[in-house]
């Protein structure tokens, strides 16, 4: 595949001078740099679908549990370990999170 288009201009000094268009090498780079984009995003777009399913499934069975009526002791425990791995589950849902923000903010201002 050709980009480089060079047509030879013999001029009236010495030294031989070249025209080079570059339109159909911007053009290539530019498709190029499109579709790694688009590749790069949706691969991202998976990845932080799963991870933002894996945080909703894990504060959806948090939430169950701590919904529950306290009826004795053991339900007590129950919501106490609850908020135990909530508090413990905190930073590593932050740094799920976090990542997924930059990636909305890129893709509102790419596509």
């Given at each position: 595949?050709e980009?480089?288009?060079i047509?030879?201009?013999?001029?009236?000094?010495?030294?031989?001078?070249?025209?080079?268009?570059?339109?159909?090498?911007?053009?290539?780079?530019?498709?190029?740099?499109?579709?790694?984009?688009?590749?790069?995003?949706?691969?991202?777009?998976?990845?932080?679908?799963?991870?933002?399913?894996?945080?909703?499934?894990v504060?959806n069975?948090?939430?169950?549990?701590?919904?529950?009526?306290?009826?004795?002791?053991?339900?007590?425990?129950?919501?106490?370990?609850?908020?135990?791995?909530?508090?413990?589950?905190?930073?590593?849902?932050?740094?799920?999170?976090?990542?997924?923000?930059?990636?909305?903010?890129?893709?509102?201002?790419?596509?």
């Amino acid at each position: 595949m050709e980009f480089l288009h060079i047509i030879p201009y013999e001029g009236k000094h010495m030294s031989q001078k070249y025209f080079i268009f570059t339109e159909r090498l911007k053009f290539g780079l530019l498709t190029e740099i499109k579709t790694c984009t688009h590749r790069i995003g949706q691969v991202l777009k998976k990845k932080y679908r799963r991870e933002m399913d894996y945080v909703y499934a894990v504060i959806n069975e948090m939430d169950r549990k701590l919904e529950r009526p306290i009826r004795d002791l053991d339900d007590v425990r129950m919501v106490m370990d609850t908020l135990k791995k909530i508090r413990e589950q905190e930073v590593d849902m932050e740094l799920k999170i976090d990542p997924i923000e930059v990636y909305v903010c890129l893709c509102l201002l790419w596509f």
